[in-house]
């Protein structure tokens, strides 16, 4: 097939991480693939440095003509067959572009799971062959705002496999947190959704049980001003470091002693999908995705969302029973080696892409 991937973001999350891994396995199984992305953006960048053929574009809102118009020329030089839209305004200028056209055909990947957002949003996604959901939740999500199952394929997002980068303890150094002591790590953008807010009320309840607990989380965003202020309120000032974007998340997140995940929404979260390729003990709420990933009791713990005292009891019977945290730990890792690896994931994802052209219907894409 020849396939064009249009994400729009400027910044770098779980989300472009999973358009990089896509391209590149879809291009590694002989496929020719491009990447339409955000000129300057970090996708850009890293997609440059994997080898695959980029085309920067200057993406604009949902109705940017001038974006589609641009979009629409790179469909027609490249004779595309299908065209996988990665995010809301990628699907609106691939909308666009399409109109008046026989092909490509267009595929969408939804991987949040916020409600459809008026006619419009609806509009858009039944333009598409397929939509892919990286979770049921979404699949549900999407089926509640009145869009056909018909249409729309489960294939949960995977991560690639690799080993832990070397010098873990060094680096929680530098970020103050002392020798000995257990990390209670977090890796998720400062936004709403993610709810660093319920996380930082059971980190208090968690620091006034067990004086050697550290909380380090890992990510940037509009949140952090509230959370700083939260932090000092509650006195956490010596045992949470908010550490900001990192590129070295390989090297920090295997020496978490319990990764923590305290999202109120959730499409799936790859952070956790990242957790359990590492084999670390995993506690996390029962939002959107998370329990397809997440066995409550047999791959990691989960609590209901926004509860600070739920999910401080739950960090607090893994610290302080390790032998159970490493046995959750291992079979986490178990779990993601059976179901969200990267080439799983590619791999449905590819057959969906043959679907939506008129192939063999996607029966294995449908479920993980």
């Not at 995010?87 to 969408?108: F, I, M, T």
Request: aromatic residues 2%; glycine residues 10%; proline residues 4%.
């Amino acid at each position: 097939m020849r396939v064009l991937h249009v994400d729009s973001a400027r910044g770098w999350r779980g989300g472009q991480n999973q358009v990089l891994l896509t391209a590149l396995g879809q291009a590694e199984r002989g496929h020719q693939v491009w990447l339409a992305c955000r000129a300057g953006g970090a996708l850009e960048a890293r997609a440059r440095s994997e080898g695959l053929e980029v085309l920067p574009l200057r993406l604009g809102g949902d109705l940017s003509l001038r974006a589609a118009g641009r979009l629409r020329g790179q469909l027609l030089r490249l004779d595309i067959d299908v065209a996988q839209l990665h995010d809301p305004h990628a699907l609106s200028a691939g909308a666009l572009a399409r109109l008046g056209l026989r092909r490509p055909v267009l595929v969408a990947t939804r991987r949040v799971d916020f409600p459809l957002r008026g006619a419009l949003s609806r509009l858009k996604y039944r333009r598409c062959a397929r939509v892919i959901a990286v979770s049921r939740a979404i699949e549900s999500v999407l089926a509640r705002d009145g869009l056909g199952r018909d249409r729309v394929r489960v294939v949960h997002e995977g991560v690639r496999d690799r080993a832990p980068l070397a010098g873990a303890a060094e680096a929680l150094a530098e970020l103050g947190v002392p020798a000995g002591c257990a990390v209670v790590g977090n890796v998720a953008a400062l936004v709403d959704h993610k709810d660093h807010a319920t996380l930082l009320e059971a980190a208090a309840l968690v620091a006034a049980r067990r004086a050697r607990v550290h909380f380090v989380i890992l990510g940037e965003g509009e949140r952090r001003p509230e959370l700083e202020a939260q932090v000092a309120r509650l006195g956490l000032g010596e045992r949470v470091r908010l550490a900001g974007f990192r590129e070295d998340v390989d090297r920090l997140l295997p020496a978490f002693d319990v990764f923590c995940l305290s999202s109120h929404m959730e499409g799936l979260g790859t952070s956790v999908l990242d957790a359990m390729c590492f084999g670390r003990p995993i506690v996390a709420t029962a939002a959107g995705g998370i329990p397809e990933a997440v066995e409550d009791g047999v791959s990691g713990r989960l609590v209901q969302p926004r509860d600070p005292a739920a999910l401080a009891g739950a960090l607090l019977e893994l610290l302080e029973h390790p032998q159970q945290a490493r046995r959750l730990g291992e079979a986490a890792r178990r779990r993601y080696e059976a179901g969200f690896s990267a080439d799983r994931m590619v791999e449905r994802t590819l057959a969906v892409l043959e679907e939506a052209r008129g192939g063999t219907p996607a029966q294995a894409a449908s479920s993980s």
